[in-house]
């Protein structure tokens, strides 16, 4: 079980939800879905198989926690017009909004 995923089930643990509601949305968020990314050399937009998981941002003020989405490939994937790897299963992907 993931580190994320663990801490999410505290957290929601702690809360007081029952086991099949903890199950239901740790599955909702760490479900693998599909994530559009555009391949950096010819710029043909691709879908990868990737989990998505919360990584938790430190803050200013300690009672605030903020939680960053970040997507964990579940295979390397190549481009499917240039052939060139785009993501491997052990590096993260964070989205930053571009201009």
Request: aromatic share 8%; glycine share 4%.
């Amino acid at each position: 079980m993931r580190d994320a995923t663990r801490r999410l089930r505290k957290k929601l643990k702690d809360n007081c939800y029952k086991s099949e509601t903890i199950d239901k949305i740790v599955e909702f968020y760490t479900k693998g879905m599909r994530l559009r990314m555009k391949c950096p050399n010819c710029g043909f937009w691709n879908r990868i198989e990737v989990n998505k998981l919360f990584i938790e941002q430190e803050t200013s003020e300690r009672k605030v926690k903020a939680y960053i989405p970040i997507y964990e490939p579940l295979k390397t994937e190549t481009c499917k017009k240039c052939k060139s790897i785009i993501a491997k299963p052990k590096e993260l992907i964070r989205i930053i909004k571009g201009k």
